[in-house]
């Protein structure tokens, strides 16, 4: 099996009171202010480490892997909290670690986490990084900026959503290249931006395969609905997460203190989109999943345009917060364009 570790990268287990979290630091980086990252679906902390590798010396870099991933500890997902089960556990670790004033970074789903946490202790935080956020409303079954739901389903969400031969290649820990929906080119076909080839892409494709596969994990579970597209969430797993039902980020404005919020996304993202290429609403309205029933009914999720108007909301009500666009890439900048990635990234951690 391919090493997922980079020269210079060290992995600690911590003995949390919630459950074991795995990390990984660079070696000899033990002091400075710390930035915590926080990592998305399918994948571990081990994306991170091409940028935590070149944070200057003067931070001290941790990422964590979430429960059902990676290093870390394969507990049930309770989706009906929203991302608070992933939030509790980092804030525990953080806890464990005596951390404050930390800045956090959290790329996809972990955007929500990170998102959570600043929610729960604003205090606590000195900054927020959002790298290619889900919407603060979560993915799928939602309209407009304001994240209505299209439907009291949210069908078209949840672990119902899922792709089951990706599911199932997931299950099998599948390294190949072989078929659209093997990991390896899910990761090389929408992680990143094609032709690009990561460096280290084994290594993530491992990261990837650590992915723990089930109704508690990934995706979760589903249920029947009698909306368009016949599936709706359930209450487990990881997909249910991100459910507009369990999940709502849109408080931010009302926070004191207020942390000032980068948002750092790739130009040409397909995951996290307006036209997401993992929205089955999109999907429908363009032909690739049959009988979509229009806009009306089940209208495509504008993603961006929704983290758009919750972080406007922010400045409305005080708070500072700044967008970087990062050309040529996906939704992995800091896998693609690493010292552009963290150049913006520090640019954000000196102030706004």
């Given at each position: ?24 630091t ?18 571990s ?25 990676g290093?870390?500890?394969?507990l ?28 956090l ?20 935080y ?14 799928g079954?939602t ?18 959503a899922a ?31 094609p032709?690009?080839v990561?460096?280290?892409a ?6 990837m395969?650590?992915t723990?596969v089930?109704?508690?994990h ?12 016949g ?24 926070i004191?203190p ?10 040409d993202d ?9 929205d ?6 363009i ?9 009306d ?8 345009a929704?983290?758009r ?7 409305a ?34 102030g706004?």
């Amino acid at each position: 099996m391919t090493s997922m570790l980079m020269p210079g990268v060290t992995e600690i287990r911590h003995p949390t009171p919630r459950l074991a979290v795995n990390t990984l630091t660079v070696a000899g980086r033990d002091t400075g202010e710390p930035v915590v990252f926080v990592h998305g679906n399918v994948s571990s902390s081990v994306f991170w480490q091409p940028a935590m590798l070149r944070l200057p010396n003067r931070f001290r870099p941790i990422a964590a892997d979430l429960r059902g991933f990676g290093g870390t500890e394969t507990l049930p997902v309770d989706a009906t909290r929203g991302v608070r089960d992933y939030a509790d556990d980092v804030a525990g670790l953080l806890d464990l670690l005596g951390l404050d004033g930390v800045h956090l970074v959290g790329w996809s789903m972990g955007g929500a986490v990170v998102l959570q946490l600043l929610l729960d202790a604003p205090a606590r935080y000195r900054s927020v990084t959002l790298v290619n956020p889900v919407s603060p409303y979560g993915f799928g079954g939602t309209r407009g900026a304001d994240g209505a739901l299209a439907d009291p389903s949210a069908a078209g969400s949840g672990g119902g959503a899922a792709n089951p031969e990706f599911v199932a290649r997931l299950r099998d820990g599948d390294r190949g290249d072989d078929g659209a929906l093997s990991p390896r080119q899910v990761m090389l076909s929408s992680y990143v931006k094609p032709p690009f080839v990561p460096e280290h892409a084994d290594a993530y494709v491992e990261s990837m395969l650590t992915t723990a596969v089930g109704d508690d994990h990934y995706p979760g579970d589903a249920v029947a609905t009698d909306v368009w597209p016949g599936v709706g969430p359930g209450t487990r797993g990881v997909l249910n997460t991100m459910a507009p039902t369990h999940l709502r980020l849109d408080g931010l404005d009302a926070i004191d203190p207020k942390p000032p919020i980068r948002w750092i996304r790739g130009s040409d993202d397909v995951i996290v989109s307006d036209t997401s290429l993992f929205d089955l609403a999109y999907l429908g309205a363009i032909g690739a999943v049959p009988g979509w029933p229009g806009d009306d009914v089940a209208p495509p999720q504008p993603m961006v345009a929704q983290t758009r108007a919750v972080l406007d909301a922010y400045r409305a009500s005080g708070g500072v917060s700044t967008e970087t666009v990062l050309d040529g890439t996906a939704h992995s900048p800091h896998v693609e364009k690493p010292d552009d990635f963290v150049a913006a990234l520090v640019s954000g951690l000196d102030g706004p």
